[in-house]
């Protein structure tokens, strides 16, 4: 994996091509949930403050499906294609009949998903919600996936607890604090380095011709562009298994094809969304609605003891922001784009469902300070420039003096 910019994620795509999908991977291919640290004594977990990004969804690929079976099915009437391009042929005919012309809808796997977070934050902060106030107050994005997975979070939680009190809400002005992206005044630079990075990509594209066509010069007169068609097979690729297809679509390109795409995606991800030297200080800004959100809310519930728990699902790039805001080791460190090619994967704190969940602990004795740990897609992580309590335990004024700007 050396002759790759990150051996560690050529390494993981190769064992695991799920690795590829990036933000498009479904949770449980990406992530392994932890264990806890022991709190310090006296300390019991009190609230929950959350953000989860919405589930497995299908994709945006309606052009790229046509594309596909455009070339395959006229290969297949001239007599031109292999016995591999008909198999992508059946493969992307079943992703694509299965959007059934709906980008962007949650998947029944992305339903799943958040059923089992819930359950898996219930079974893991009991404490949390049989002996708080059971008031739990939930905000979503308008977006619909964002609803639903809102729904199925909560009706997991509902049927465990019934006694649980859940409102949720969802608006305009809600929008506003629970989804944020890059800021717009960026989009053109953001977009000259995606072009740059598009142009980088070099996918090996005879083999491409030679593994899907039996007559490779044939083929050139029915594929006009070999490099769109190789980056609409991996797009499907990556949202294959929304759907709960088993198959594995990278396979139909080389590996090389394959880390070439993730790279372009991955990087440009990260470069538009994360704490990037080029847009990080804009980004970080665009995320202040959100933080403030959060803070208000848990200094709220904290105080009046009358919330169990605080609840937002929106999307992947206020969830990466927000990590970087709060300066979640890991994801938060700054990169130009050559170092994100070298360090960054965004499989690890992206994928579908991802979340973010602030565990608020309080001890009996008198005057001790509120302590807050964070799990990153159900782990435990670490805040960069602040000294914990105890292993992964934060003093939460010490990590409001941090975020303040």
Known sequence: ?????NPEFARMIDENPAMACLNACPYDLAVQPGADTKAPRGYRPVY???YGRHGTRSGWDQE??????NALNKAKEEGILSAEGDSL?????????????MDGRLTLRGQREHRAI???????????????SHNVRVLSSEVPRCIISMASFTNELSAINPKLHIVMDCGSEIQKEVSNGAAP??????????????????????????????DAEAAK????????LSQAIFAVGRISRSFDYDFNVFRHLDFGTVYAWSDYNNVYMYTGQCNSLEFGESRMKQCEPLVGNIVRLADDALESGKVSADLRFGHDYPLMALCCYLGIEGISERYDVAGAQKHFISTLYSPFAGNLQMIFYRSRKAGSPVLVKFLLNENEVAIKGLEPVQGPYYSWDAVKEKISR
């Open 221 to 228: 007169g029915i594929v006009k562009d070999a490099k769109r």
């Open 118 to 132: 819930a359950q898996r934050m219930y079974e893991r902060f009991p404490r949390v919600f049989r002996r708080g």
């Open 1 to 5: 994996y050396r002759d790759y910019p």
């Open 48 to 50: 929950i403050s959350h």
């Open 64 to 69: 790229r499906y046509e594309l596909i079976l």
């Open 89 to 101: 042929l059946r493969e992307t005919a079943l992703v694509k009949d299965a959007t059934n012309k």
């Open 185 to 214: 005044e960026t989009r053109d630079a953001r977009r000259r380095i995606s072009d740059s990075l598009w142009h980088a990509v070099q996918p090996d594209t005879t083999a491409l011709l030679n593994t899907l066509f039996t």
